[in-house]
């Protein structure tokens, strides 16, 4: 069981930069590829970032490529995701999720977070 919190959301103008956070119960982190995901208003969930395992592979979705960054420390039981010259669009619910096996957009993931708002105004 992998028990994942998410942190650091909150409200920010548009150009600027939040750092979310997510920490992970339990001595199996490292092996789980983690994945965060956002679910607008009206709007289904969406995938956004992706880490494999060691940190080594990285996948992004297009819009947010060359402004967001995801990256995880495996000895704090952390994965975060930098957001950098925020927009409007990107306000939502940010979630994260690990998967045992699988990693990217397509993965199952097995255990989620309760997600942390993200609200970027114009």
């Known amino acids: 069981q992998v028990q994942l919190v998410e942190s650091g959301g909150g409200l920010v103008q548009a150009g600027g930069s939040l750092r979310l956070s997510c920490a992970a119960s339990?001595?199996?982190?490292?092996?789980?590829?983690m994945g965060w995901f956002r679910q607008a208003p009206g709007k289904e969930r969406e995938f956004v970032a992706a880490?494999?395992?060691?940190?080594?592979?990285?996948y992004y979705e297009d819009s947010v490529k060359g402004r967001f960054r995801i990256s995880r420390v495996n000895a704090k039981n952390t994965v975060y995701l930098q957001m950098n010259s925020l927009k409007p669009e990107d306000t939502a619910v940010y979630y994260c999720?690990?998967?045992?096996?699988?990693w990217g957009a397509g993965a199952a993931y097995d255990y989620w977070g309760q997600g942390t708002q993200v609200t970027v105004s114009s």
């Open positions: 339990g001595r199996t982190f490292s092996s789980y590829n």
């Open positions: 999720a690990a998967a045992y096996t699988g």
């Open positions: 880490i494999s395992r060691s940190g080594g592979s990285t």
